[in-house]
């Protein structure tokens, strides 16, 4: 029987070797750096320099090729989709669009061959690593926080996890300035992933260290002024600045090959290389400056990763982290402003079950 396409089933056989998975998938990846970008080093990790600041994850080769995990996860979980890459209805034709903490670019890049005609561009505090662009795709440097100086008016301006990069007012002064930049009609799109880990069968006991990891980083977050519960603030957040037509698409992104549908067996390979590749990234700076009781050290932090990939590494374990898309429009002017009361309620898309 096909498995329901929003139910994570789990495979039998994934206990026993699946042939179809490269031997080589539980391990790391580790990739050639590059020394072309200085920024500040910091536990081992690079960090970039542009806002005074600081952003906690660093941007190194081993968080770049995190975001490339990442944005396949995102890609093979809406796969059913002709375009997987954003949801907002900007038609055949947009004219620009805007990807702000492009991180790496792929993004961009991916858009940017999608609609040739179109300008993309991607923005980020550090430069994104890549030496080829398609030639309607353009890569820059700068923070968002800043006074935007680009001319054009967007069609499109996305996010896809930023979460822990701005402080709840710095957030609101975002959404404001993409709401400013929008054609009247254009669309802002957010994709969040919450670091917590969930498991909806209990096959992940009480006792893992697994379950410490998500309050753990939540904790963290708060204590450095960057709430990372990002995911279930921003449709409000981005409603209370003026958008209508608010769209919200709630995702389990599995970790691991325990799914038995190959779509979620895929997207939960990825996601494994994900945070494999992503997780000191994440946790580094937060630990090491607002660890609970006190900063934690460098070395803390390694053996504390550590015992959170072996974890992972456990097939046995049926987890998953929540993601949410939200998009939503820019009223036309002619548009009658409606108060959040007298709005109606658009497609609201509800997590799957497992
Ligand atoms: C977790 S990464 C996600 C990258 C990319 N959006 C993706 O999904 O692969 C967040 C990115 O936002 C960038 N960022 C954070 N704060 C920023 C700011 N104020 N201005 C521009 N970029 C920022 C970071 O440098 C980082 O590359």
């Known amino acids: 029987m096909a498995d329901d396409p929003d139910t994570i089933t789990v495979d039998p056989d994934v206990y026993a070797r699946d042939p179809q998975i490269p031997d080589d998938w539980i391990s790391e990846t580790f990739s050639i750096g590059s020394s072309v970008y200085r920024g500040l080093m910091e536990n081992g990790r690079r960090y970039q320099t542009l806002s005074n600041k600081g952003y906690i994850i660093p941007s190194d080769e081993q968080m770049f090729d995190s975001y490339e995990a990442g944005h396949l996860v995102a890609l093979v979980l809406d796969?059913?989709?002709?375009?997987?890459?954003?949801?907002?209805?900007?038609?055949?034709?947009?004219?620009?669009v805007l990807d702000l903490g492009t991180g790496k670019g792929t993004w961009a890049i991916d858009v940017a061959d999608l609609f040739p005609e179109a300008?993309?561009?991607?923005?980020?505090?550090?430069?994104?690593?890549?030496?080829?662009?398609?030639?309607?795709?353009?890569?820059?440097?700068?923070?968002?926080?800043?006074?935007?100086?680009?001319?054009?008016?967007?069609?499109?301006v996305h996010m896809r996890i930023m979460i822990g990069s701005?402080?709840?007012?710095?957030?609101?002064?975002?959404?404001?300035?993409?709401?400013?930049?929008?054609?009247?009609?254009?669309?802002?799109?957010?994709?969040?992933?919450?670091?917590?880990?969930?498991?909806?069968?209990?096959?992940?006991?009480?006792?893992?260290?697994?379950?410490?990891?998500?309050?753990?980083?939540?904790?963290?977050?708060?204590?450095?002024?960057?709430?990372?519960?990002?995911?279930?603030?921003?449709?409000s957040a981005i409603r209370d600045i003026g958008f209508v037509e608010v769209h919200d698409k709630s995702y389990k992104w599995p970790i691991g090959t325990w799914p038995r549908d190959q779509k979620y067996k895929e997207a939960g390979s990825l996601n494994f290389q994900h945070w494999m590749d992503g997780m000191e990234g994440w946790c580094m700076w937060l630990l090491t400056k607002h660890g609970s009781p006190k900063p934690w050290t460098k070395n803390e932090v390694i053996v504390y990763v550590a015992k959170i990939r072996a974890e992972l590494k456990n097939p046995s374990y049926h987890i998953y982290q929540r993601a949410r898309r939200v998009w939503a429009r820019k009223p036309y002017h002619s548009e009658v402003m409606k108060t959040p009361d007298s709005m109606p309620d658009w497609e609201r898309t509800p997590e799957p079950d497992i």
């Not at 796969?79 to 620009?96: C, E, T, V």
């Not at 975002?174 to 069968?201: F, K, M």
């Not at 893992?208 to 709430?227: D, F, T, V, Y």
């Open 79 to 96: 796969s059913d989709r002709a375009n997987p890459l954003f949801q907002s209805p900007i038609g055949d034709n947009p004219k620009h």
């Open 119 to 156: 300008t993309i561009r991607g923005v980020d505090l550090f430069p994104p690593p890549v030496t080829w662009t398609p030639p309607n795709c353009l890569l820059e440097v700068d923070n968002a926080l800043e006074e935007w100086t680009w001319r054009e008016q967007f069609d499109l």
């Open 166 to 235: 701005f402080d709840p007012k710095e957030w609101d002064q975002v959404y404001t300035r993409v709401y400013e930049n929008l054609r009247p009609g254009g669309w802002i799109e957010q994709l969040e992933a919450c670091p917590s880990i969930e498991c909806d069968d209990n096959s992940l006991p009480e006792d893992s260290i697994l379950r410490s990891w998500g309050p753990n980083m939540l904790a963290c977050g708060e204590a450095a002024g960057r709430k990372c519960d990002t995911l279930d603030t921003m449709s």
